[in-house]
């Protein structure tokens, strides 16, 4: 079955800054944080120190992956440059985002030319406190007017803006604020990365906010989901009952199937992120179809 991964990032250079300060690569597919933290931020067969697109395309088409949304995160930097490259060179196979950070002082300026002069369609803002804006900034309303000022910008340029606002338990998960902007801007595509980051025992209130966020111009990729979950194992059984509760609320056609890789990948193969929807019984062959390219197609490619 071809798919759309909604959710991967590349990395020309990795620049990351967040909480710990900045991050550098320091090979093997490892980076170290400004605290010496050292991890693994991608298989070491997925690059040294960089990740580039003619190899996800490699890792894609061996999986049946016909396109990518491309993603920022903090832990990767900003790569609006590189996306730009990858737009001119590779636009059939790749959506690439763009971003600011919307305390710069020209963030409006900067913004408008990626739009407007770079056609750019998708904004994605990580803005969670555990590895976003937050975790670098003081708390802020993510529908407050400095970011509506934001929204209203992508909105006319009939753009698409992800947003990854963490789970529950960081002051950047703000449901209500998403709530809002579906409202007042009606003619913005919202992505909702990572279906809101489940935690286990807070079950209720994120089916209360899938519930309040089950409007006509928001959606929700399903990224790092089994990461998320850990320990959950392949092909992922608790993942899969937290997506039939998803699709139980909000319906198939409103879930992106994606990957988070190449970090998520660390914790197993990028072919299992593929195929684990595939395992389950959770959705129906006409369901996948959605999920894994209809959807992505229809808001990021259309």
């Known amino acids: 079955m071809k798919k759309i991964d909604a959710h991967l990032h590349l990395a020309k250079v990795v620049a990351g800054y967040c909480r710990r300060g900045e991050l550098r690569a320091v090979g093997g597919g490892k980076a170290q944080w400004g605290n010496g933290e050292v991890f693994q931020l991608f298989p070491e067969e997925f690059g040294d120190t960089c990740f580039l697109a003619e190899r996800a395309l490699e890792i894609m088409d061996e999986n049946q992956v016909e396109k990518a949304v491309l993603m920022h995160g903090s832990m990767y930097g900003f790569q609006n440059q590189y996306h730009y490259e990858v ?42 406190s555990g590895g976003g804006l937050m975790g670098c900034h003081d708390s802020f309303d993510l529908a407050g007017e400095r970011m509506m000022e934001i929204y209203r910008l992508i909105e006319r340029n009939q753009g698409v803006a992800a947003l990854d606002v ?93 990957t988070d890789a190449p970090f998520a ?28 390219y209809d959807n992505s197609q229809k808001v990021f490619f259309s």
Not at 92 to 115: A, G, Q
Not at 243 to 256: M, P, V
Not at 265 to 270: C, F, Q
Not at 273 to 278: G, H, S
Request: hydrophobic share 35%; charged share 30%.
């Open 87 to 128: 737009l001119q060179k590779y636009p059939d196979r790749f959506c690439p985002s763009c971003t600011v950070d919307p305390f710069m002082t020209d963030h409006m300026e900067t913004l408008k030319y990626y739009l407007e002069e770079q056609k750019f369609h998708l904004v994605k803002f990580e803005v969670s």
């Open 166 to 258: 963490g789970d529950i338990s960081m002051e950047s998960h703000q449901p209500w604020a998403l709530a809002k902007i579906a409202r007042e801007c009606q003619g913005l595509k919202l992505v909702v990365c990572h279906l809101l980051a489940p935690v286990r025992g807070r079950e209720k209130e994120w089916r209360l906010s899938l519930e309040l966020l089950n409007q006509e111009n928001v959606w929700f990729d399903l990224a790092a989901l089994p990461k998320i979950l850990e320990p959950d194992v392949y092909p992922y059984s608790e993942t899969m009952g937290y997506l039939a509760q998803a699709k139980e609320i909000l319906g198939a056609e409103k879930l992106l199937w994606g």
């Open 265 to 292: 990948a660390t914790k197993d193969s990028y072919e299992h992120l593929c195929d684990y929807l595939e395992k389950g019984r959770v959705f129906t062959e006409e369901e996948l179809q959605k999920v894994y």
